[in-house]
């Protein structure tokens, strides 16, 4: 367990600057063990960019990177993502 | 600690549990921002934030130091729909605070006063010591048949104290919370290493764990 480590709400403003909606709800699958799960119970990890992990599996979801007003996504490690609109 | 209370106008209102960011921009453009729990039930345009005051923080020491009244700062929310409570979701209820992390629990607390639920409520709560106690009196005076606060004392005690006096574990939340049969709505919030290990304890006593719902303070600076 890493002292430094936080959840999805912490990232939630960021999330709602990048999609436009509440993000913590929304629901994400992980790509390595397939648990779905709200994106506000996720393991954030906080660095020069921001670290999503998975809570089951410890996989990386996603990875964000953001510099002023632009911002880089990587997702690979996420199946789907179901936003509520 | 501090509480700070906000005007926002055109505040859109807010849910306990929610969090709003506070931007804070130098001079020079240096822009640092951090999260901060709402701590106040939704009332109209008022916004209040009770901070926890940082030695080497970048934010804290401004808010609770520099910021006078009617000084304007930038803040972003509401944030967030996973870590909240509302009046209607009803109980049971298990909150678990560590220190400052009682803050967004006090949201759900006051909301749930306001809202006169008698939703049965009970908060373990565990700081260093009585005098670290965060809304201290205001939690003795909300105290009633349906909401109990237990508090844990985990570095000194009063001379009489014959409450509990170590962190919390399984054995004091098996004695504290709801059966697991009941099936409460659990929130726990405080640092890291206290909500993993509450998590843990209440997965072992057989909470479901989509019902543990948690917020971590991490050990970021503030």
Redesign the interface.
């Known amino acids: 367990?890493?002292?430094?480590?936080?959840?999805?709400?912490?990232i939630?403003?960021l999330l709602?600057e990048v999609f436009g909606v509440?993000m913590?709800?929304a629901v994400g699958t992980c790509n390595g063990c397939g648990t779905a799960g709200?994106?506000?119970?996720v393991h954030v990890y906080?660095g020069a960019g921001t670290v999503l992990r998975c809570p089951h599996c410890d996989n990386v979801l996603a990875k964000i990177v953001k510099v002023d007003a632009r911002v880089w996504l990587e997702m690979t490690g996420l199946r789907t993502l179901e936003i509520l609109l | 600690m501090e509480t700070l209370a906000f005007d926002v106008p055109a505040w859109p209102g807010h849910r306990a549990g929610q969090h709003v960011d506070v931007r804070l921009t130098a001079e020079d453009g240096y822009r640092a921002e951090r999260s901060y729990s709402i701590a106040s039930a939704p009332d109209d345009t008022r916004v209040e934030l009770t901070i926890e005051r940082l030695e080497d923080g970048e934010v804290s020491p401004y808010l609770t130091d520099e910021l006078r009244p009617g000084d304007a700062i930038e803040l972003r929310g509401p944030i967030g729909g996973y870590f909240v409570w509302e009046p209607s979701q009803g109980g049971p209820l298990l909150l678990v605070a560590g220190g400052s992390g009682v803050v967004p629990l006090m949201a759900m607390i006051r909301v749930r006063a306001a809202a006169g639920s008698d939703a049965d409520t009970r908060l373990l709560f565990s700081s260093r010591s009585w005098d670290d106690v965060i809304y201290r009196d205001e939690l003795e005076r909300l105290q009633n048949g349906h909401l109990t606060v237990v508090h844990t004392l985990t570095r000194s005690q009063p001379p009489d104290w014959k409450g509990y006096a170590r962190r919390v574990d399984a054995e004091m939340l098996a004695e504290v919370a709801p059966s697991q049969a009941v099936q409460p709505a659990v929130y726990v919030c405080g640092p890291t290493p206290f909500v993993e290990a509450v998590a843990a304890a209440l997965v072992g006593l057989g909470h479901e764990p989509a019902r543990i719902k948690t917020e971590r303070f991490g050990a970021t600076g503030g």
């Open positions: 367990m890493d002292a430094l480590m936080l959840d999805g709400n912490a939630a403003g709602q509440e913590t709800t709200p994106v506000g119970a906080r």
